[in-house]
């Protein structure tokens, strides 16, 4: 695991694209694992302005989300798959057609999350698969719980999760209560993993991940065991990490 410490959001949003950059440009053709939430939407404004300036192609990538609430149709403009719309794939030379996001309107959760399984082994395994992280130190949709679930899987938001996505509904009640979501097997599977996180509140989560035990109770924490896992966390993310001078 590489810890790489940005200044502040903007650089860890320069820095979380110049590695995306940098592999779309190795290979061309490659699978980007992507993420939702606050945290990835700069990386992916810096991704649609180099698009913009000719520094790069997305024309033949593919790529496979993490979640989707389970319950919201894509044009809900809560859903994720409307995210990576409005975030990204409006705005590049992506297929969209090369896009997946796990189809929250399938109502046979077994069927959902076989059908993502399926389509992410048909695409050959993701190359670079981005995450942010909860404050709870949750991966995709993966909360702390006794043990990890390797495949796509429906969950059960917790009510910390429930609570810190209220922001985007008009109300804490039209939050969904569940979701699909890549399994700790399909995110380990990825040959490169990149973590970004920001601020404060994330200090303890980035702690436990990088200097904790590797426990399902803080679903990233199992990133020590990947090959190629680099984090990208702002002074303020490390700030409890700096404080215990580990880091
Ligand atoms: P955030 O969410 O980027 O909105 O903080 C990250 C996550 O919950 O995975």
Not at 109 to 126: E, F, H, R, T
Not at 165 to 171: L, M, V
Not at 172 to 184: L, W
Not at 190 to 209: M, Y
Request: hydrophobic share 40%; net charge negative.
């Amino acid at each position: 695991m590489r810890i790489i410490e940005a200044a502040n959001y903007e650089d860890l949003s320069r820095k979380a694209a110049d590695l995306i950059a940098a592999q779309v440009i190795l290979k061309p053709d490659c699978v980007l694992g992507l993420a939702t939430g606050s945290t990835p939407e700069g990386t992916y404004k810096e991704l649609v302005t180099r698009y913009e300036q000719g520094v790069l192609d997305f024309s033949q990538i593919s790529s496979v989300n993490l979640d989707e609430y389970r319950g919201l149709s894509q044009d809900n403009d809560q859903s994720y798959r409307y995210f990576m719309n409005r975030h990204l794939f409006d705005h590049v030379n992506i297929d969209k057609a090369r896009t997946h996001v796990p189809n929250g309107k399938e109502p046979d959760s077994d069927k959902a999350c076989a059908d993502y399984d399926a389509q992410i082994l048909s695409m050959g395994g993701v190359d670079l698969q981005l995450l942010g992280i909860g404050g709870n130190g949750h991966i995709g949709f993966n909360e702390p719980c006794d043990e990890f679930v390797v495949g796509t899987h429906c969950v059960n938001l917790t009510q910390s999760t429930i609570e810190a996505n209220a922001r985007f509904f008009s109300s804490i009640d039209e939050v969904p209560k569940q979701a699909y979501t890549m399994g700790i097997g399909n995110i380990m599977a990825a040959k490169k993993i990149l973590l970004l996180a920001s601020g404060a509140g994330k200090s303890q989560a980035i702690f436990d991940t990088c200097f904790g035990p590797v426990t399902p109770h803080v679903p990233a924490s199992v990133l020590q065991l990947h090959p190629d896992a680099v984090i990208i966390a702002d002074t303020e993310a490390l700030s409890l990490a700096k404080e215990k001078g580990v880091f």
